[in-house]
């Protein structure tokens, strides 16, 4: 079956269901033969089918009625009351027994064709013709004179004399020279005349220019006025002109179409028609009110008041009922688009155009069914389908870009996401129901509806179509995160301009987090598009405030950076500030949304990560202890790039942090992240402890009431607290301990160890092997005896079991851990150099015994006094002088050492008795090539031996002492004793 246009003409069947057009038309023409009325109106909006009902109408009422049509929209431009003659003319001529010759002189009379006027025309004879005509006798009777005489003068003896045969010859040639002369007057007349009929020339031989008056009758063309149309129309209707039984029906028609002058004019003239012609004229009006009453506007009246005073009767062209106007349109898309049983594209394409209906058309006309399935036909000749739903899409084309003058792009490009939070307008949200019925025709295969529509824009093959079909599937990629998608975008054509337009509309947050899980090749690609989202994001991006933590965001930037594909940037460097601030402000606020502050850390973990270094090391504040324990304790793998390990916490903070914890039932003080920050004698433990302010924590109190009322404490860490009471440090506890059976049996290691730590507290080690002689050697009891060492306030105390032998076997490992790991806080620096010092020494494991005075080297230097040079141990200084890693330390001692040379007093003095460790101070100083400076010494040695009581028995021993210990350089030469 061979598919057909639709043709824009009057249908000779009512295609619509219920055949109102055809009732309409049935009930006009009872009313035109019944009621004596002039004019009726037929209203309908432009295409609603008024010719329609016009066409059954002329069925209805032919032969009785003769139809004359008057399309005004092909006679506006002239004079339209000449048109309306001509064709009221053209109309009545037709019927039979009509006066023509009557008709025609009406018309040629109305119409200006016929006037009549007179014309004379007075000539007269120019006096140049009557001497040419004289001269011309003349000459044609001089040649026979003329040849006579020359015969005559030719003989001998001839009697004719030259001046006759010349003035002979003159004659003949006579009229020549008049024209001569003529022509001669005629240049110079000329040059001064200026009218025309005064102009002489030859033609003034026969007759003389002069102005005629001439009198005929012709046919012109003039303006037809009301006068002519009236004088008209009242002759075409008279009896002598048209038979009585004569009935017309005049059609003014496309009103609608015109402009609002010549509507204004035909509006009077249906009046003058309708009066004049009343008795066999009828008037139909087709028009579209809504057209017609704009050019009827006046000021101070509508329209309609005009149209309802000139056309009190007026039938309305039916609107189509939906399923009236689906049922025709199937029937025209079987004839003109598609006839296949199984399509359906046309309920999908009026689904359609019910949503896009265009604005010039407030109703589904037939006209526009026509227009668009003709439309559907010639577009599918350059844009082939292969399937039903393609039509769909042809459909759509036509009707919102064509009708509806809208960007294809916007289907495209348009998302309900970018307005999650605001009302979509009445066009958005027609858009996203059209986005949605395509998806659903097309199984949500968005790519291939898309590609299609493009093709059906650019009229080209997909492939060249692709690079305006980017936009979509750009921004759907984007939005949804599919880096597999844009790996495949980037390739094709025009990638870059795609991504320029949707910049705007997509997020450049989005857009980073998914092209960092594409390879480097391809992320190398598109570099240019980087570094616009670099800027993009410089311009906007943590202006005036933190901007709101995205973790994938932020490891995005991190990737980036640390792939080389972006610098640390403006807006990054803005972020971190904030961050920065943020944490700063968190140290003294830290009961805060734990959302957010985790939030915080978090993206302050990223940004050290990728910055190289901890934020926390760069807030403005001290680190806050709750801040730690509340944030960061036991999170030191979740924010890797924090450094919580490395943190530290002034005094003040340590104490606040520990207070926290022990008032926290589940917190275990033992926990290695909050134990590092407390050595033996912390200051803030012995604060806690001392309890001044009497607010300790109540979990500490309640442990100790337990313990005092023999309570089973069954939690270690509970039992863990008690060492923060001051009275544990008091001898009275130690019946009450061993009553916690319930600790002793489930924790034996914990318990032993509370035990002998409290005894070293009390410096009282009764029965310290019935309760730690199985634990000696014990991992775990070292490790907790460890523990409560460094949570003990007294170094002394704890140094001092070293001396004991009951208790050192079991204290030595928990000390030498202590030592061995550095966790000494507060340490008597002169003990430890001193008495502490051999038992020290005698610690298990390679302990560096000098390693917990380097960091106190300073203070312990300003300790060191002459008064206190003997007490240091003797292997301290012999360690000293041998591993060189407390030099200020050595300095001092070599200083305090030669003062012995300062005067001759001292030397003296030092000859009778000379320190121990002074003995060695100078004995490792010429051993290690250090010597004292000191002119003087050598003539107070000499003196001192000379005056020296030689029978004196400690002579002798004297003597060798300072020859072995020292040298003295003096006066540029070496001293040396001997014995």
Known sequence: MALILQQETPSDSDLFKGESHRNVADKMAEVIKDQDINILGLEGELGSGKSTIIHFLKKKLTPDYTFINFDAELYHYGNTKKALIEVIYNGISVIPGVNKAKLEMLRNK??????????????????????????????????????????????????????????????????????????????????????????????????????????????????????????????????????????????????????????????SDMELIAGTTHKQFRIIVPYSARHVAKSLLVEGHTGREFIAKRIPVTFTVPPLIT???????????????????????????????????????????????????????????????????????????????????????????????????????????????????????????????????????????VELALSELLDMPLTDAVKNKDFASIEKLLVLYGFSHAWQRCAHRMSIKDWLETIVKLPDSSINKISPEIQSSVRALNASYALTEREPFRQNFSLSLSKLIKEMHIGLEDFINRQTDFIIRDLSRLQSTPQNDETYVNELLAEADIYSGFLGYSLLNKITRDLSGEVYSLYLLNRHKQFSNLEIPSLSLIEEEKEKMLRFELGDEGS?????????????????????????????????????????????????????KLIFNKEWYAKGLIQRIPYQRAIQEEYPEEFAAQIVAHMVAIDD????????????????????????????????????????????????????????????????????????????????????????????EEKFCERIREENLESLDSQFIDDVFSTNSLPLVMDKIIILSQSCFTDKESLYAAIVLLGDNRKIILSRMASSDRFVAARNAAPWFAEWYRSADVSDPSHGKKRPVLVVCFACRSAGRNFAGTS
């Open 765 to 856: 080690y009764t029965g310290i092997e019935s309760f730690a002689q199985e634990y000696a050697e014990n991992d775990d009891f070292i490790k907790y005896l460890a523990s409560y060492f460094r949570y003990m306030t007294s170094f002394h105390t704890v140094l001092k079991s070293l001396s004991n032998e009951t208790a050192a076997p079991y204290v030595k490992p928990a000390i030498a851990d202590i030592i061995l790991n550095d966790h000494l806080d507060a340490i008597q620096t002169l003990s430890y150099a001193g008495s502490f010092y051999p038992e020290i020494a005698k610690l298990p494991g390679k302990i560096n015994l000098l390693k917990p005075l380097i960091d106190r």
């Open 110 to 267: 109305a119409l200006g064709n016929i006037v009549e006027y007179d014309k004379k025309v007075s000539s007269r004879l120019s006096w140049w013709t009557v001497s040419f005509i004289l001269l011309s006798l003349l000459s044609v009777q001089m040649v026979r004179y003329l040849l006579l005489d020359l015969n005559a003068y030719l003989k001998p003896g001839s009697t004719i004399v030259k001046p006759v045969l010349l003035l002979e010859f003159l004659a003949l040639l006579s009229p020549g020279m008049l024209l001569l002369w003529l022509k001669y007057k005629s240049r110079q007349k000329n040059r001064k005349l200026g009218s025309v009929e005064d102009v002489i020339s030859v033609g003034d031989l026969f007759k003389q220019n002069s102005v005629d008056k001439i009198s005929e009758t012709w046919l012109i063309s003039r303006e037809i006025g009301t006068i002519e149309l009236t004088n008209a129309l009242t002759g075409f209707t008279e009896s002598s002109t048209v038979p009585s039984g004569a009935k017309f029906i005049l059609i003014i028609d496309n009103l609608d179409r015109i402009g609002a002058d010549k509507v204004k004019e035909l509006w």
């Open 668 to 720: 275990d003080i033992f926990n290695d992240e909050i134990i590092r920050f407390f050595g033996l004698a912390s200051a803030s433990v012995n604060k806690l402890v001392e309890n001044k302010e009497n607010n300790l924590p109540e979990s500490v109190s309640g442990a100790y009431r337990e313990l005092l009322g023999n309570t089973q404490i069954t939690e270690k860490i509970k039992f863990r």
């Open 323 to 461: 399923a009236g106007w689906q049922d025709a349109f199937r029937v025209m898309w079987k004839e003109t688009v598609c006839n296949n049983k199984a399509d359906f594209s046309c309920e999908e394409t009026m689904l359609i155009l019910e949503r896009w209906r265009p604005g010039e058309y407030p109703r589904i006309t037939p006209r526009l069914l026509k227009k668009l399935v003709n439309d559907l036909y010639i577009l599918q000749k350059t844009v082939p389908v292969s399937a039903p739903e393609e039509y769909v899409l042809l459909a759509l084309y036509v009707i919102f870009v064509r009708y509806n003058e809208s960007d294809v792009t916007t289907l495209l490009r348009f998302s309900d996401g970018e307005n999650a939070n605001m009302q979509l307008t009445e066009y958005e949200d027609k858009v996203l129901a059209t986005q949605k019925q395509l998806n659903r025709i097309f199984l949500n295969e968005t790519r291939r509806w898309s590609e299609y529509l493009m093709s059906i824009h650019f009229q080209a093959p």
